[in-house]
């Protein structure tokens, strides 16, 4: 090597900057070898076999180190996490989409080791909860290429359930409300295990969800399973619209479709109302969207101009949604707010 390039080779690592790799470095204590000694440093990232540490703050010349020799690593939590999760955890989750994005991207050299001692590091749970800060702020088709990545990263059993529910979230992106809806088949009880269906005790519209399920799982699933069957009921009323009302050869098929219809619209409101109601409306923005699909649906509905109870049914929605969040009131909502009156008491 000349000296030219000693030269540059020298600012190179004095810049903290290595050939291994860009990642920003975290403290970690590594107990290694067998007499199981400590070992303090900085590492820089991790492949499935070996984890790179620097005796040097600012990460430079790693070395690498086989995971087999490891028995522990003790992590520091660095700074910038810590102010992301305070962000998460004050709910601020407009704040959390920069901050766990510079997380993923700082980190990203430690999230797809596939070695268990490198699970759940902050590399892979950067993208786990950017995804949740898109989601929880409605930020759906920023979801689609996170997604691909939190399936790569090694994360542990407790963040699959999630993790499996982001599938469902990028189908609505897609608008792929079949595979949607099936997808949320797999959450339900089947009819057939339900003592009472059949005989009136169960409505169809009530089929509950697994009981092994947590509420704030529930609430998206009840939200989704809504969204897809609403959409795919405005699928058929369109294939009904396209009917000749009054030619008699389609009777038979616009009774069927109407009874369809009517059904899945029924079962899209009873989810929607689960959906803002099963955790007390604990994630808000899901409560919200889930009451103002609810209010779109019941507006939705054939002779809700002269139906009384679903006209009180969506007042009491757009007075609780008013008063939760009155600034997100759609325009076209607004109307729901003037109390609705009976036609039998003129009250």
């Known amino acids: 090597m000349n000296y030219t390039n000693l030269f540059f080779l020298l600012i190179f690592l004095s810049l903290g900057i290595s050939a291994d790799s860009f990642a920003k470095p975290i403290a970690a204590t ?51 996490w810590k102010e992301a999760m305070e962000l998460w955890n004050r709910n601020d989750y407009s704040g959390g989409i920069t901050a766990f994005a510079e997380a993923m991207e700082n980190y990203k050299g430690l999230a ?11 590399g892979a749970l950067a993208v786990f909860y950017y995804m949740e800060c898109l989601r929880r702020t409605g930020k759906f088709s920023a979801m689609m290429e996170p997604y691909l990545r939190v399936q790569r990263v090694n994360l542990g059993a407790k963040w699959q359930d999630q ?30 295990e339900i003592p009472g269906v059949g005989d009136f ?18 609430a998206q699933i009840a939200f989704l399973r809504a969204k ?14 396209e009917l000749d009302p009054e030619s008699d050869e389609t009777l038979e098929a616009r009774q069927k479709l109407s009874s369809q ?14 959906a803002f109601t099963i955790n007390y409306g604990q994630e808000r923005g899901l409560a919200l969207r889930a009451m103002i699909s609810s209010m779109k649906l019941i507006k939705r509905m054939p002779n809700f101009s002269e ?22 009131m759609p325009a076209e909502l607004s109307d729901l707010l003037q109390a609705p009156v009976d036609p039998d008491t003129g009250k």
Not at 113 to 121: F, I
Not at 308 to 328: R, T, V, W
């Open 307 to 328: 139906n009384f109870i679903m006209q009180k049914e969506a007042h009491g929605i757009a007075k609780l949604f008013n008063g939760i969040s009155p600034s997100n």
């Open 228 to 241: 897809s069957t609403d959409e795919l009921s405005n699928a058929l009323s369109t294939e009904l619209s």
């Open 112 to 122: 797809q080791s596939k070695h268990p001692l490198m699970q759940d590091t902050i």
């Open 30 to 80: 590594v107990t290694m070898g067998k007499n199981k000694q400590d070992f303090p440093g900085y590492v820089t990232k991790a492949d499935d076999n070996n984890l790179y540490i620097s005796q040097f703050e600012n990460g430079s010349a790693p070395a690498g180190y086989s995971l087999t020799s490891i028995h522990e690593i003790s992590w520091r939590e660095p700074d910038d």
């Open 163 to 192: 993790i499996r529910l982001f599938q469902g979230w990028s189908h609505l992106v897609e608008g792929k409300w079949k595979p949607l809806n099936l997808m949320m088949e797999a959450y339900e009880i089947k009819e057939s």
């Open 261 to 274: 219809i009517g059904i899945m619209r029924s079962k899209a409101l009873t989810d929607y109302s689960r």
């Open 201 to 218: 005790t169960v409505a169809p519209n009530e089929l509950p969800l697994k009981p092994e399920i947590n509420v704030h799982h529930m």
